[in-house]
């Protein structure tokens, strides 16, 4: 479980294929804190550490992990969102967040307003994913207030903080994202269903 406030940022050292698996390695200021087994979401996505050398950990990434998110393009010396677990009887500053990616988002627009920015996402309706105005929404693992929600659009407002300490400030039109839809949200969505 997570919140989706980002704590750090990791760099990709390496990327190696086995199978259908990817196994992906990242040089990160919190790697001397991480063990073995340990949940840390990478862009939003929950991956375990299976081994960890100086200040490089490993994680890995199964096929339909690869298929639902964009960790398939990602590249040697991108930068990744970093979050750990969060632990019991702190504050949830950001949202509920589990980790578990439900599609990912192209960047349709980026506009500058008197030094913050907001960011368009676009994203497949067909995947029955929605939004609410003033709604949480995970964009690569970072927790944000939806603005302009649209059936398959969405915004949000970006402080400078927020763009200096998380990917945002590498996002161009075209950049995909991993989007996690709110928890409660779906869950709400599902029950809706099953009565219709």
């Known amino acids: 479980m997570f919140t989706g406030i980002i704590e750090t940022l990791g760099t990709i050292q390496s990327l190696q294929k086995e199978g259908e698996n ?10 001397s804190e991480l063990k073995i087994d340990q ?19 490993t994680v890995t ?10 960790l398939g393009e990602w590249q040697v010396g991108d930068v990744v969102n970093l979050e750990r677990a969060m632990k019991l ?36 309706r067909n995947l029955s994913n929605i939004t609410i105005e003033k709604g949480s929404i995970t964009v ?12 398959n659009e969405f915004s949000v407002a970006i402080i400078p903080y927020t763009f200096e300490h998380t990917n945002f400030h590498s996002f161009k039109i075209g950049t995909k994202v991993n989007l996690e839809f709110d928890v409660i949200g779906k869950y709400v969505k599902r029950l809706h269903e099953l009565q219709a």
């Open 140 to 151: 690569n693992g970072t927790s944000l207030t939806v603005v302009n929600s649209k059936i």
């Open 89 to 124: 009887g702190d504050r949830l500053d950001g949202h509920i967040v589990q980790g578990h990616v439900d599609q990912t988002a192209v960047c349709k627009n980026i506009e500058e307003v008197d030094g913050s920015w907001y960011f368009t996402f676009e994203y497949d």
């Open 61 to 70: 990434a199964i096929k339909e992990t690869i298929e639902k998110t964009n």
């Open 22 to 31: 990817i196994h992906v390695s990242v040089q990160s200021k919190i790697t």
């Open 39 to 57: 949940s840390v979401a990478h862009n939003g996505i929950c991956l375990t550490v299976v081994s960890i050398e100086n200040d490089i950990y």
